[in-house]
């Protein structure tokens, strides 16, 4: 096992809740994997809760966690994205977003009760999910003729790895999956036997 590819993410949505004043702030975390998906999501919700006042929103991806953003969405600077992206990160989480739809209720709650609302509605979001290990890896599609075709699927089979997408017509090709940490090993055991392009 190496720990270096492995993180935490959530399995399926998850929704919490915050009320204050008459203020409702809904949270809606979301297993994501690509900035195209958060976009797709944020602007299926901006639709969906259309008459919302804001839709504030934090998100984290990769297996280190090193694409992220937040957005106050029209809130004062500072007092919805990074508490939202705070909880996700207390919870040590990636692969996830958090949009927290508020509904004004006719009182300002100055910045600390922002805070504390956005804080509040995400942690309970993330209260309610369900929380998976998930190990980093590669797609990869495998390209090799019809005499390679024991040899790899041996180095498959020895190295426990899934294979999909498979098209034995005029040459064979595969998609596999393959962790960060035993990407060296792959490459090195498909060496000369077949082609490979990540995708």
Same mark, same amino acid.
């Given at each position: 096992?190496?720990?270096?590819? &492995? $993180?935490?993410?959530?399995?399926?949505?998850?929704? #919490?809740?915050?009320?204050?004043?008459?203020?409702? +702030?809904?949270?809606?975390?979301?297993?994501?994997?690509? !900035?195209?998906?958060?976009?797709?999501?944020?602007?299926?919700?901006?639709? &969906?809760?259309?008459?919302?006042?804001?839709?504030? $929103?934090?998100?984290?991806?990769?297996?280190?966690?090193?694409?992220?953003?937040?957005?106050?969405?029209? &809130?004062?600077?500072?007092?919805?994205?990074?508490?939202? =992206?705070?909880?996700?990160?207390?919870?040590?989480?990636?692969?996830?977003?958090?949009?927290? /739809?508020?509904? +004004?209720? #006719?009182?300002?709650? #100055?910045?600390?009760?922002?805070?504390?609302?956005?804080?509040?509605?995400?942690?309970?979001?993330?209260?309610?999910?369900? /929380?998976? &290990?998930?190990?980093?890896?590669?797609?990869?599609?495998?390209?090799?003729? $019809?005499?390679?075709?024991?040899?790899?699927?041996?180095?498959?089979?020895?190295?426990?790895?899934?294979?999909?997408?498979?098209?034995?017509?005029?040459?064979?090709?595969?998609?596999?999956?393959?962790?960060?940490?035993?990407?060296?090993? +792959?490459? !090195?055991? =498909?060496? #000369?036997?077949?082609?490979?392009?990540?995708?």
């Amino acid at each position: 096992m190496n720990p270096s590819d &492995e $993180y935490r993410s959530i399995a399926a949505p998850a929704e #919490g809740l915050y009320k204050e004043s008459g203020s409702r +702030f809904i949270a809606l975390a979301y297993p994501v994997e690509s !900035e195209q998906s958060v976009k797709d999501i944020v602007s299926g919700l901006r639709k &969906e809760y259309h008459d919302a006042r804001h839709h504030c $929103y934090a998100y984290r991806l990769g297996y280190d966690g090193a694409v992220f953003r937040s957005s106050d969405d029209g &809130e004062p600077s500072g007092t919805a994205g990074r508490p939202i =992206l705070g909880q996700i990160d207390s919870a040590g989480l990636s692969d996830i977003l958090v949009v927290v /739809v508020r509904y +004004f209720g #006719g009182v300002k709650l #100055g910045v600390p009760g922002l805070i504390r609302a956005y804080k509040s509605a995400t942690a309970d979001a993330l209260a309610n999910a369900t /929380v998976v &290990e998930k190990t980093a890896g590669t797609l990869y599609r495998i390209s090799f003729d $019809y005499l390679s075709m024991n040899a790899v699927q041996k180095v498959l089979k020895d190295m426990g790895l899934p294979q999909n997408s498979q098209d034995f017509s005029q040459r064979c090709s595969l998609v596999t999956r393959v962790r960060l940490s035993e990407d060296g090993l +792959f490459r !090195e055991r =498909l060496a #000369g036997i077949a082609e490979i392009e990540t995708i």
